[in-house]
T-cell receptor
């Protein structure tokens, strides 16, 4: 079945540091890939997505590139801020499963802590 | 525009009791999903409604869980009787359309603790 593997953390960085959160996946079809973020006390929010190979999703200074050859979708940001402290979830939706976001497959989440 | 709302935000119940969680999707969203995150594990898909019909309930753990969406508006997820392993955070999400590329909008979740 489908699966997503991501570094669990917590990951602790200083403000303005470079961030990489690794995410790799296995899927039976041709999935769409997502990064969701959960800020303290809030629900999950879509951060960015990519729907085909070599697409780059970007939002709020974060980027991730859909790498089909390495089945990866690593999240990066050049200079993190304290406000980026949150839990980040990598997820996929398998195109063959159809029906919308049903069967969204998530990783375990990475708790990111940014210190001033 | 109101987002996805879930009630209650927290619930603590004793083993063997019944609990009902509620989700109000974004108005006009036909697709509604339930997910669960058990501590330390992945967020797992439970089921998917399209309007009032269950499109996919393959993730429901067992027959102690019953989800309904009467009239295609809000949804309820009832756990009866609750067991200790049911503890976790239950998320609801909605989306206007189907398709693997469609963004799902999530609620804040209900934290359920069974003691």
């Amino acid at each position: 079945g489908d699966s997503v593997t991501q570094m669990e953390g917590p990951v602790t960085l200083s403000e303005e540091a470079f961030l990489t959160i690794n995410c790799t996946y296995t899927a039976t079809g041709y999935p769409s890939l997502f990064w969701y973020v959960q800020y303290p006390g809030e629900g999950l929010q879509l951060l960015l997505k990519a729907t085909k190979a070599d697409d780059k999703g970007s939002n709020k200074g974060f980027e991730a590139t859909y790498r089909k050859e390495t089945t990866s979708f690593h999240l990066e940001k050049g200079s993190v801020q304290v406000s980026d402290s949150a839990v980040y979830f990598c997820a996929l939706s398998d195109y063959l499963s159809g029906g919308g976001a049903d069967g969204l497959t998530f990783g375990k989440g990475t708790h990111l802590i940014i210190q001033p | 525009e109101a987002g996805v709302t879930q009630f209650p935000s927290h619930s603590v119940i004793e083993k063997g009791q019944t609990v009902t969680l509620r989700c109000d999707p974004i108005s006009g969203h036909d697709n509604l999903y339930w997910y669960r995150r058990v501590m330390g594990k992945e967020i797992k898909f439970l089921l998917h409604f399209v309007k009032e019909s269950k499109q996919d309930e393959s993730g429901m753990p067992n027959n102690r869980f019953l989800a309904e969406r009467t009239g295609g508006t809000y949804s309820t997820l009832k756990v009866q009787p609750a067991e200790l392993e049911d503890s976790g955070v239950y998320f609801c999400a909605s989306s206007p359309h189907g398709g693997a590329r469609t963004e799902a909008f999530f609620g804040q979740g209900t934290r359920l603790t069974v003691v």
